[in-house]
Protein backbone atom coordinates (compact mmCIF):
# COMPACT_ATOMS: atom_id res chain seq x y z
CA UNK A 1 0.00 0.00 0.00
CA UNK A 2 2.90 2.54 0.77
CA UNK A 3 4.68 2.03 -2.68
CA UNK A 4 1.96 2.63 -4.46
CA UNK A 5 0.75 6.28 -2.15
CA UNK A 6 4.74 6.88 -2.56
CA UNK A 7 5.92 5.60 -5.93
CA UNK A 8 9.06 7.91 -5.60
CA UNK A 9 10.18 6.95 -1.84
CA UNK A 10 12.51 4.32 -0.74
CA UNK A 11 9.97 1.98 1.26
CA UNK A 12 12.51 -0.73 3.48
CA UNK A 13 10.71 -3.73 4.71
CA UNK A 14 12.51 -5.78 7.37
CA UNK A 15 11.88 -9.25 8.29
CA UNK A 16 13.31 -11.71 9.98
CA UNK A 17 12.14 -14.13 7.58
CA UNK A 18 13.41 -15.40 4.23
CA UNK A 19 10.02 -15.61 3.17
CA UNK A 20 7.21 -13.14 3.46
CA UNK A 21 3.55 -13.57 3.54
CA UNK A 22 1.55 -12.25 0.67
CA UNK A 23 -2.51 -12.67 0.69
CA UNK A 24 -3.73 -14.39 -2.46
CA UNK A 25 -7.46 -15.21 -3.39
CA UNK A 26 -8.61 -12.16 -1.83
CA UNK A 27 -12.43 -12.15 -1.71
CA UNK A 28 -15.03 -9.48 -0.55
CA UNK A 29 -17.60 -11.88 0.93
CA UNK A 30 -19.63 -8.95 2.01
CA UNK A 31 -19.26 -5.41 2.96
CA UNK A 32 -17.15 -6.20 6.18
CA UNK A 33 -16.60 -10.51 5.64
CA UNK A 34 -13.31 -11.08 3.58
CA UNK A 35 -11.64 -14.29 2.61
CA UNK A 36 -8.27 -15.00 1.55
CA UNK A 37 -5.50 -17.00 1.17
CA UNK A 38 -2.10 -16.81 3.05
CA UNK A 39 1.09 -17.59 1.12
CA UNK A 40 4.52 -17.83 1.44
CA UNK A 41 6.39 -16.13 -0.73
CA UNK A 42 10.33 -15.01 -1.77
CA UNK A 43 10.43 -11.32 -1.09
CA UNK A 44 12.21 -11.34 -4.26
CA UNK A 45 8.69 -10.98 -5.78
CA UNK A 46 7.59 -8.26 -3.69
CA UNK A 47 10.76 -6.12 -5.00
CA UNK A 48 10.12 -6.84 -8.42
CA UNK A 49 6.30 -5.87 -8.47
CA UNK A 50 7.56 -2.51 -6.72
CA UNK A 51 10.92 -1.32 -7.61
CA UNK A 52 10.73 1.30 -4.56
CA UNK A 53 10.98 -1.68 -2.15
CA UNK A 54 13.86 -2.86 -0.59
CA UNK A 55 13.66 -6.46 1.87
CA UNK A 56 15.85 -6.62 4.54
CA UNK A 57 16.15 -9.87 5.67
CA UNK A 58 17.50 -9.37 9.38
CA UNK A 59 16.13 -8.84 12.48
CA UNK A 60 16.06 -5.60 14.66
CA UNK A 61 18.49 -5.30 17.66
CA UNK A 62 17.35 -1.61 18.58
CA UNK A 63 15.02 0.83 17.85
CA UNK A 64 16.62 4.69 18.80
CA UNK A 65 13.12 6.23 18.42
CA UNK A 66 14.62 10.11 19.40
CA UNK A 67 17.30 9.55 16.46
CA UNK A 68 14.41 8.04 14.37
CA UNK A 69 17.06 4.93 13.64
CA UNK A 70 16.72 1.39 13.59
CA UNK A 71 19.95 -0.92 14.16
CA UNK A 72 19.52 -4.48 12.97
CA UNK A 73 21.28 -7.84 14.27
CA UNK A 74 23.62 -7.96 11.24
CA UNK A 75 25.36 -4.59 12.78
CA UNK A 76 23.57 -1.91 10.15
CA UNK A 77 21.78 0.90 10.44
CA UNK A 78 18.82 2.67 8.71
CA UNK A 79 17.30 5.95 9.42
CA UNK A 80 13.41 6.32 8.84
CA UNK A 81 10.80 9.43 8.83
CA UNK A 82 7.79 7.55 8.98
CA UNK A 83 7.85 3.87 10.95
CA UNK A 84 5.19 1.17 11.12
CA UNK A 85 6.08 -1.57 13.52
CA UNK A 86 4.29 -4.77 12.48
CA UNK A 87 5.95 -7.79 14.07
CA UNK A 88 3.31 -9.85 15.13
CA UNK A 89 2.87 -12.00 18.37
CA UNK A 90 4.80 -14.66 19.42
CA UNK A 91 3.32 -17.69 21.34
CA UNK A 92 2.90 -17.62 25.17
CA UNK A 93 4.17 -21.02 26.12
CA UNK A 94 3.36 -22.62 28.97
CA UNK A 95 6.88 -23.34 29.70
CA UNK A 96 9.97 -22.22 28.12
CA UNK A 97 12.93 -23.76 27.32
CA UNK A 98 11.26 -27.27 27.38
CA UNK A 99 12.18 -29.49 24.97
CA UNK A 100 9.07 -31.61 25.33
CA UNK A 101 6.64 -28.34 24.80
CA UNK A 102 6.16 -27.12 21.34
CA UNK A 103 4.44 -23.64 20.76
CA UNK A 104 2.51 -23.05 17.30
CA UNK A 105 1.51 -20.44 15.83
CA UNK A 106 3.75 -20.41 12.95
CA UNK A 107 4.76 -22.34 9.55
CA UNK A 108 7.79 -23.22 10.91
CA UNK A 109 6.45 -24.54 14.80
CA UNK A 110 3.87 -26.43 12.64
CA UNK A 111 6.50 -28.78 10.59
CA UNK A 112 8.52 -28.92 13.61
CA UNK A 113 5.26 -30.35 14.85
CA UNK A 114 4.88 -32.81 11.89
CA UNK A 115 8.19 -34.39 12.28
CA UNK A 116 7.59 -35.24 16.24
CA UNK A 117 4.07 -36.26 15.44
CA UNK A 118 5.14 -38.87 13.34
CA UNK A 119 7.00 -40.81 15.89
CA UNK A 120 4.40 -39.95 19.10
CA UNK A 121 1.68 -41.95 20.22
CA UNK A 122 0.40 -39.61 23.04
CA UNK A 123 0.32 -36.28 23.09
CA UNK A 124 -0.97 -33.58 25.61
CA UNK A 125 -2.95 -30.33 23.82
CA UNK A 126 -2.69 -27.46 26.06
CA UNK A 127 -5.46 -24.43 24.94
CA UNK A 128 -8.49 -23.79 23.65
CA UNK A 129 -8.76 -21.30 21.19
CA UNK A 130 -8.47 -21.75 16.82
CA UNK A 131 -5.12 -23.32 16.74
CA UNK A 132 -5.77 -26.14 19.35
CA UNK A 133 -9.67 -26.96 18.18
CA UNK A 134 -7.95 -27.42 14.56
CA UNK A 135 -5.08 -29.21 15.65
CA UNK A 136 -7.15 -31.89 17.81
CA UNK A 137 -9.49 -32.15 14.67
CA UNK A 138 -6.88 -32.87 12.22
CA UNK A 139 -4.57 -35.29 14.18
CA UNK A 140 -5.10 -38.64 13.24
CA UNK A 141 -3.21 -42.49 14.63
CA UNK A 142 -2.50 -40.85 17.75
CA UNK A 143 -3.67 -40.15 21.11
CA UNK A 144 -4.91 -36.94 21.73
CA UNK A 145 -5.15 -35.36 25.72
CA UNK A 146 -6.69 -31.98 24.83
CA UNK A 147 -6.61 -30.14 28.36
CA UNK A 148 -9.46 -26.88 28.84
CA UNK A 149 -9.94 -24.59 30.84
CA UNK A 150 -12.96 -23.74 30.00
CA UNK A 151 -16.42 -25.86 30.16
CA UNK A 152 -16.43 -26.41 26.44
CA UNK A 153 -14.18 -26.57 23.54
CA UNK A 154 -13.33 -23.53 21.42
CA UNK A 155 -14.30 -20.48 23.61
CA UNK A 156 -12.46 -17.84 21.82
CA UNK A 157 -14.88 -18.26 18.70
CA UNK A 158 -18.31 -20.52 20.32
CA UNK A 159 -20.42 -20.67 23.41
CA UNK A 160 -20.87 -24.16 24.89
CA UNK A 161 -24.19 -25.14 22.48
CA UNK A 162 -21.50 -24.58 18.96
CA UNK A 163 -19.09 -26.66 21.18
CA UNK A 164 -21.72 -29.78 21.53
CA UNK A 165 -22.80 -29.21 17.79
CA UNK A 166 -19.00 -29.60 16.37
CA UNK A 167 -18.23 -32.61 19.30
CA UNK A 168 -19.44 -35.11 16.73
CA UNK A 169 -17.20 -34.70 14.13
CA UNK A 170 -14.26 -35.39 16.61
CA UNK A 171 -15.30 -38.93 16.53
CA UNK A 172 -16.60 -39.71 13.12
CA UNK A 173 -14.37 -42.40 11.90
CA UNK A 174 -14.59 -41.45 8.35
CA UNK A 175 -13.66 -38.24 7.19
CA UNK A 176 -14.56 -36.49 4.21
CA UNK A 177 -11.63 -35.51 1.86
CA UNK A 178 -9.87 -32.83 2.91
CA UNK A 179 -10.17 -29.90 0.08
CA UNK A 180 -7.12 -29.22 -1.84
CA UNK A 181 -4.89 -26.79 -0.37
CA UNK A 182 -4.45 -23.79 -2.38
CA UNK A 183 -0.56 -22.72 -0.15
CA UNK A 184 2.65 -23.19 -1.71
CA UNK A 185 5.63 -23.84 0.15
CA UNK A 186 9.68 -22.50 -0.02
CA UNK A 187 11.89 -24.19 1.82
CA UNK A 188 15.09 -22.94 2.70
CA UNK A 189 18.12 -24.41 1.46
CA UNK A 190 19.95 -24.15 4.46
CA UNK A 191 17.54 -24.66 6.93
CA UNK A 192 17.13 -27.91 5.52
CA UNK A 193 20.75 -28.95 6.06
CA UNK A 194 20.93 -27.60 10.14
CA UNK A 195 18.02 -29.28 12.24
CA UNK A 196 16.30 -26.82 13.96
CA UNK A 197 16.16 -27.29 17.60
CA UNK A 198 12.95 -28.50 19.23
CA UNK A 199 12.33 -25.91 21.40
CA UNK A 200 13.35 -22.91 19.05
CA UNK A 201 10.28 -20.98 20.06
CA UNK A 202 13.03 -17.56 19.88
CA UNK A 203 13.54 -18.76 16.65
CA UNK A 204 10.94 -15.89 14.68
CA UNK A 205 8.67 -17.37 12.25
CA UNK A 206 5.42 -15.47 10.24
CA UNK A 207 2.38 -16.31 11.78
CA UNK A 208 0.05 -18.78 10.68
CA UNK A 209 -2.57 -18.43 7.85
CA UNK A 210 -6.05 -19.72 7.85
CA UNK A 211 -5.30 -22.71 6.82
CA UNK A 212 -2.22 -23.36 8.13
CA UNK A 213 -2.92 -27.48 8.64
CA UNK A 214 -3.59 -28.32 4.83
CA UNK A 215 -0.87 -29.84 3.08
CA UNK A 216 0.73 -30.97 6.58
CA UNK A 217 0.78 -34.84 7.12
CA UNK A 218 -0.70 -34.96 10.85
CA UNK A 219 -0.47 -38.38 11.30
CA UNK A 220 1.09 -40.13 14.72
CA UNK A 221 2.26 -43.79 15.02
CA UNK A 222 -1.20 -45.94 15.74
CA UNK A 223 -3.73 -47.37 12.95
CA UNK A 224 -6.72 -45.89 14.20
CA UNK A 225 -7.79 -42.34 12.84
CA UNK A 226 -9.40 -40.08 15.68
CA UNK A 227 -8.88 -40.65 19.61
CA UNK A 228 -9.41 -37.51 21.86
CA UNK A 229 -9.92 -36.98 25.40
CA UNK A 230 -11.03 -33.44 26.73
CA UNK A 231 -9.98 -32.67 30.08
CA UNK A 232 -12.32 -29.32 30.81
CA UNK A 233 -12.06 -26.63 33.64
CA UNK A 234 -7.99 -27.53 34.26
CA UNK A 235 -5.35 -25.95 33.66
CA UNK A 236 -1.36 -27.62 33.92
CA UNK A 237 -0.09 -27.52 37.35
CA UNK A 238 3.62 -28.92 36.73
CA UNK A 239 5.24 -30.67 33.96
CA UNK A 240 7.48 -33.77 34.87
CA UNK A 241 10.57 -35.38 33.41
CA UNK A 242 10.43 -39.02 33.12
CA UNK A 243 12.82 -39.18 36.33
CA UNK A 244 11.32 -36.60 38.52
CA UNK A 245 7.78 -38.72 37.54
CA UNK A 246 9.57 -42.17 38.99
CA UNK A 247 10.56 -40.13 42.11
CA UNK A 248 7.57 -38.73 42.51
CA UNK A 249 6.14 -41.95 42.65
CA UNK A 250 2.29 -41.05 41.50
CA UNK A 251 0.55 -43.06 39.34
CA UNK A 252 -0.36 -42.03 35.60
CA UNK A 253 -3.05 -42.96 33.51
CA UNK A 254 -4.15 -44.27 30.61
CA UNK A 255 -6.09 -43.31 28.25
CA UNK A 256 -9.64 -42.95 29.54
CA UNK A 257 -11.85 -45.29 27.47
CA UNK A 258 -15.43 -44.99 26.95
CA UNK A 259 -17.36 -44.78 30.04
CA UNK A 260 -14.95 -46.23 32.28
CA UNK A 261 -12.03 -44.43 34.38
CA UNK A 262 -8.43 -44.64 33.15
CA UNK A 263 -6.51 -47.45 34.87
CA UNK A 264 -2.81 -46.69 36.05
CA UNK A 265 -0.46 -46.55 33.07
CA UNK A 266 2.14 -49.15 33.18
CA UNK A 267 4.25 -47.33 30.09
CA UNK A 268 7.30 -45.10 30.66
CA UNK A 269 6.48 -41.85 28.51
CA UNK A 270 8.99 -39.50 28.04
CA UNK A 271 7.19 -36.25 29.93
CA UNK A 272 4.54 -36.29 32.35
CA UNK A 273 1.91 -33.63 32.54
CA UNK A 274 0.30 -32.86 35.92
CA UNK A 275 -3.70 -31.29 36.51
CA UNK A 276 -4.76 -28.71 38.23
CA UNK A 277 -7.34 -31.17 38.62
CA UNK A 278 -4.90 -33.68 40.00
CA UNK A 279 -4.93 -36.19 37.15
CA UNK A 280 -1.31 -37.01 35.59
CA UNK A 281 -0.96 -38.16 32.15
CA UNK A 282 2.54 -39.87 30.52
CA UNK A 283 2.88 -38.16 26.82
CA UNK A 284 5.22 -38.17 24.02
CA UNK A 285 5.15 -34.34 23.91
CA UNK A 286 3.07 -31.47 25.03
CA UNK A 287 1.22 -28.45 22.42
CA UNK A 288 1.10 -25.23 24.13
CA UNK A 289 -1.66 -23.63 21.61
CA UNK A 290 -2.26 -20.78 24.37
CA UNK A 291 -2.21 -18.18 22.70
CA UNK A 292 -0.11 -14.99 22.06
CA UNK A 293 1.29 -12.05 23.63
CA UNK A 294 2.74 -9.13 21.45
CA UNK A 295 6.24 -8.81 20.32
CA UNK A 296 7.25 -5.88 21.64
CA UNK A 297 10.58 -6.67 23.27
CA UNK A 298 13.42 -5.12 20.75
CA UNK A 299 11.71 -1.52 20.88
CA UNK A 300 10.70 -1.01 24.01
CA UNK A 301 14.47 -0.30 25.52
CA UNK A 302 15.22 3.12 25.60
CA UNK A 303 11.56 4.45 24.10
CA UNK A 304 8.85 5.49 26.39
CA UNK A 305 5.59 3.75 24.77
CA UNK A 306 2.47 3.58 26.15
CA UNK A 307 1.74 0.05 26.30
CA UNK A 308 -1.67 -1.71 26.50
CA UNK A 309 -2.67 -4.05 29.37
CA UNK A 310 -2.03 -6.70 26.62
CA UNK A 311 1.16 -6.19 26.29
CA UNK A 312 0.61 -4.22 22.87
CA UNK A 313 1.87 -0.77 21.60
CA UNK A 314 -1.32 1.57 22.02
CA UNK A 315 -2.00 2.91 18.56
CA UNK A 316 -5.26 6.00 18.32
CA UNK A 317 -7.47 6.10 15.66
CA UNK A 318 -4.77 6.86 12.49
CA UNK A 319 -2.47 3.80 14.01
CA UNK A 320 -0.23 6.09 15.56
CA UNK A 321 1.85 5.07 18.72
CA UNK A 322 2.29 7.16 21.61
CA UNK A 323 6.19 8.22 19.92
CA UNK A 324 6.47 10.51 17.04
CA UNK A 325 6.57 9.81 13.71
CA UNK A 326 6.08 5.62 14.65
CA UNK A 327 3.11 3.64 13.85
CA UNK A 328 1.75 0.07 14.51
CA UNK A 329 -0.69 -2.81 13.07
CA UNK A 330 -1.55 -6.31 13.61
CA UNK A 331 -0.88 -8.15 16.46
CA UNK A 332 1.44 -6.17 18.28
CA UNK A 333 -0.62 -3.24 18.42
CA UNK A 334 -3.26 -2.62 20.76
CA UNK A 335 -6.31 -0.96 19.21
CA UNK A 336 -6.33 2.29 22.24
CA UNK A 337 -9.59 4.21 20.16
CA UNK A 338 -12.85 4.25 21.83
CA UNK A 339 -14.37 1.24 19.40
CA UNK A 340 -17.46 0.59 17.91
CA UNK A 341 -20.56 -1.18 20.03
CA UNK A 342 -20.12 -3.73 17.71
CA UNK A 343 -16.29 -4.30 17.15
CA UNK A 344 -12.94 -5.59 18.95
CA UNK A 345 -9.63 -5.98 18.32
CA UNK A 346 -8.75 -9.92 18.29
CA UNK A 347 -5.39 -11.15 17.05
CA UNK A 348 -6.06 -12.46 13.98
CA UNK A 349 -5.20 -12.78 10.09
CA UNK A 350 -8.50 -10.41 9.16
CA UNK A 351 -7.56 -7.98 11.48
CA UNK A 352 -3.75 -7.99 10.45
CA UNK A 353 -4.64 -7.35 7.15
CA UNK A 354 -6.74 -4.31 7.48
CA UNK A 355 -4.63 -2.28 9.77
CA UNK A 356 -1.76 -2.52 7.96
CA UNK A 357 -3.93 -1.44 4.59
CA UNK A 358 -5.30 1.24 6.73
CA UNK A 359 -1.65 2.10 8.63
CA UNK A 360 0.07 2.92 5.31
CA UNK A 361 -3.73 4.71 4.16
CA UNK A 362 -2.88 6.96 7.66
CA UNK A 363 0.84 7.62 7.02
CA UNK A 364 0.50 8.75 3.56
CA UNK A 365 -2.66 11.17 5.23
CA UNK A 366 0.04 12.62 7.62
CA UNK A 367 2.75 13.10 5.10
CA UNK A 368 0.14 15.11 3.01
CA UNK A 369 -1.30 17.11 5.76
CA UNK A 370 -4.95 15.21 5.09
CA UNK A 371 -7.49 13.88 6.95
CA UNK A 372 -8.89 10.46 7.10
CA UNK A 373 -11.36 8.66 8.47
CA UNK A 374 -11.62 5.87 10.03
CA UNK A 375 -12.08 2.81 8.11
CA UNK A 376 -15.48 0.98 7.39
CA UNK A 377 -14.07 -1.95 8.09
CA UNK A 378 -13.52 -1.26 12.30
CA UNK A 379 -16.96 -0.47 12.40
CA UNK A 380 -18.52 -4.02 12.97
CA UNK A 381 -16.04 -7.25 13.86
CA UNK A 382 -16.68 -9.57 10.89
CA UNK A 383 -14.55 -12.99 10.89
CA UNK A 384 -15.08 -16.08 8.55
CA UNK A 385 -13.06 -19.19 8.71
CA UNK A 386 -13.12 -23.00 8.76
CA UNK A 387 -13.12 -25.38 11.77
CA UNK A 388 -14.05 -29.16 11.74
CA UNK A 389 -14.44 -28.71 7.72
CA UNK A 390 -17.47 -26.57 8.76
CA UNK A 391 -17.75 -22.67 7.33
CA UNK A 392 -17.65 -20.39 10.51
CA UNK A 393 -18.84 -16.81 10.39
CA UNK A 394 -18.89 -14.68 13.49
CA UNK A 395 -20.32 -11.16 13.54
CA UNK A 396 -20.37 -8.75 15.87
CA UNK A 397 -20.42 -9.55 19.72
CA UNK A 398 -20.94 -13.15 18.66
CA UNK A 399 -20.51 -14.36 22.29
CA UNK A 400 -22.10 -11.47 23.91
CA UNK A 401 -18.53 -10.05 24.93
CA UNK A 402 -19.30 -6.79 27.24
CA UNK A 403 -22.61 -6.72 27.07
CA UNK A 404 -23.54 -8.27 30.89
CA UNK A 405 -26.02 -9.73 31.44
CA UNK A 406 -28.82 -7.90 29.71
CA UNK A 407 -29.08 -9.65 26.36
CA UNK A 408 -30.76 -12.67 25.34
CA UNK A 409 -29.60 -15.66 22.98
CA UNK A 410 -31.93 -17.18 19.86
CA UNK A 411 -30.99 -20.62 18.94
CA UNK A 412 -31.57 -22.65 15.74
CA UNK A 413 -29.71 -25.92 15.23
CA UNK A 414 -29.79 -28.83 12.48
CA UNK A 415 -27.84 -31.51 13.70
CA UNK A 416 -24.61 -32.10 11.47
CA UNK A 417 -25.75 -29.58 9.57
CA UNK A 418 -25.92 -25.58 10.86
CA UNK A 419 -26.12 -23.88 13.73
CA UNK A 420 -27.40 -20.34 14.06
CA UNK A 421 -27.16 -18.13 17.26
CA UNK A 422 -28.04 -14.62 17.42
CA UNK A 423 -26.89 -12.11 20.28
CA UNK A 424 -29.88 -9.74 21.17
CA UNK A 425 -30.30 -6.89 23.23
CA UNK A 426 -32.59 -4.31 23.67
CA UNK A 427 -34.61 -5.84 20.25
CA UNK A 428 -31.74 -5.19 18.16
CA UNK A 429 -28.93 -8.05 17.19
CA UNK A 430 -25.32 -7.33 18.63
CA UNK A 431 -23.42 -10.63 17.44
CA UNK A 432 -24.62 -14.04 15.31
CA UNK A 433 -22.46 -17.10 15.40
CA UNK A 434 -22.95 -19.15 11.40
CA UNK A 435 -21.76 -22.36 11.60
CA UNK A 436 -22.43 -24.43 7.91
CA UNK A 437 -23.23 -23.09 4.62
CA UNK A 438 -26.54 -21.11 6.75
CA UNK A 439 -26.65 -17.86 3.91
CA UNK A 440 -27.39 -15.69 6.28
CA UNK A 441 -24.42 -13.60 7.08
CA UNK A 442 -24.85 -10.74 4.49
CA UNK A 443 -28.84 -10.14 6.08
CA UNK A 444 -27.41 -10.73 9.68
CA UNK A 445 -24.44 -7.72 8.82
CA UNK A 446 -26.84 -5.95 7.75
CA UNK A 447 -29.03 -5.82 10.94
CA UNK A 448 -26.07 -5.74 13.35
CA UNK A 449 -24.96 -2.25 11.63
CA UNK A 450 -28.21 -0.80 11.04
CA UNK A 451 -29.30 -1.71 14.43
CA UNK A 452 -32.98 -2.15 13.16
CA UNK A 453 -35.59 -2.52 16.19
CA UNK A 454 -36.47 -6.80 15.62
CA UNK A 455 -38.59 -7.17 18.69
CA UNK A 456 -41.46 -7.29 16.63
CA UNK A 457 -40.44 -10.09 14.76
CA UNK A 458 -39.70 -12.37 18.20
CA UNK A 459 -38.76 -16.18 17.42
CA UNK A 460 -40.11 -15.70 13.99
CA UNK A 461 -36.18 -14.22 13.29
CA UNK A 462 -34.47 -17.53 13.41
CA UNK A 463 -37.98 -19.70 11.81
CA UNK A 464 -36.58 -21.82 8.90
CA UNK A 465 -40.02 -21.67 6.73
CA UNK A 466 -39.32 -17.77 6.96
CA UNK A 467 -37.40 -16.47 4.19
CA UNK A 468 -35.74 -13.79 6.30
CA UNK A 469 -33.24 -12.45 3.47
CA UNK A 470 -36.11 -11.76 1.42
CA UNK A 471 -37.84 -9.25 4.09
CA UNK A 472 -34.80 -7.02 4.66
CA UNK A 473 -33.36 -6.95 1.28
Not at 48 to 54: A, F, G, H, Q
Not at 277 to 284: A, E, M, P, T
Not at 430 to 443: P, R
Request: proline share 4%; net charge negative; glycine share 6%.
Amino acid sequence: QLAMEFPSEDIFLMTASPVIKAVTNFKQVSKTLEEFDVEEQPSSLLEKRYPNIKVIQSGVKQLKSDEHKIFTEDGKEYVYEKLCLCAGAKPKLILEGNPYVLGIRDTDSAQAFQKNLAQAERVVVVGNGGIALELVYEIQGCEVIWAIKDKAIGNTFFDAGAAEFLIPKLTAEKRETPIECKRTKYTMEESEEKERPLAASDKLGSALGPDWHEGLHLKGTKEFSHKVHIEILCEVKKIHSQQEFIELQQTSLTFPKEEKNAEPDEVLWPVYVELTNGKIYGCNFIVSATGVVPNVQPFLDGNNFAVGEDGGLKVDKQMHTSLPDIYAAGDICTAAWEPSPVWHQMRLWTQARQMGWYAAKCMAADVLGESIDMDFCFELFAHVTKFFNYKVVVLGKYNAQGLGLDHELMLRCTKGQEYVKVVMQNGRMMGAVLIGETDLEETFENLILNQMDLSAYGEDLLNPDIDIEDYFD
